[in-house]
């Protein structure tokens, strides 16, 4: 009996199958038309990452001003993550609270974090690193501008 549904479920879905054949064309169709779509939107805003981050470089060469209040605006930032950190710390050990020392600890970490990345960044802003990250950036914005899909 088994068998026989079995055969059955698979005739009637062949004839489904059948039935179904000549809207496949259209409906890949659409399919592929919303698959590029897509794409091309994801590029698109690929592209305005990459034109934002270049428009900022170039802002950086054209005024050192800007380069200096980008980097202080980071000092600042470290900054103010240890003096949160250290009331925290002094706070927590005069109590021997573990919340408060766990946050201190963590906010001495984000510290540390926030510090490797300003020393990495600094990196990238001298006159080479921009010089370098400007064509890296400009390669990209070629590469993906060559990815776009034609409508």
């Not at 060469?61 to 925290?88: H, M, N, Q, T, V």
């Not at 300003?118 to 080479?128: A, E, G, H, I, V």
């Amino acid at each position: 009996m088994e068998y026989l549904v079995g055969i059955l479920i698979g005739i009637f879905a062949s004839i489904v199958a059948n039935l179904l054949t000549p809207f496949m064309k259209p409906l890949w169709g659409k399919f592929m038309a919303l698959w590029v779509w897509g794409h091309r939107a994801q590029l698109g805003q690929q592209i305005k990452v990459l034109q934002a981050q270049l428009d900022q470089l170039n802002r950086f060469k054209a005024s050192e001003r800007d380069l200096y209040l980008y980097l202080f605006r980071w000092l600042l930032g470290i900054i103010s993550i240890f003096a949160a950190a250290l009331p925290c710390g002094v706070i927590g050990f005069a109590n021997s609270q573990p919340p408060l020392i766990m946050a201190a600890l963590v906010l001495l970490f984000f510290a540390a974090i926030a510090t490797l990345v300003l020393l990495s960044s600094c990196n990238n802003l001298t006159t080479d690193g921009m010089e370098e990250k400007t064509v890296w950036v400009r390669n990209k914005i070629a590469q993906h501008r060559a990815k776009v899909p034609d409508r």
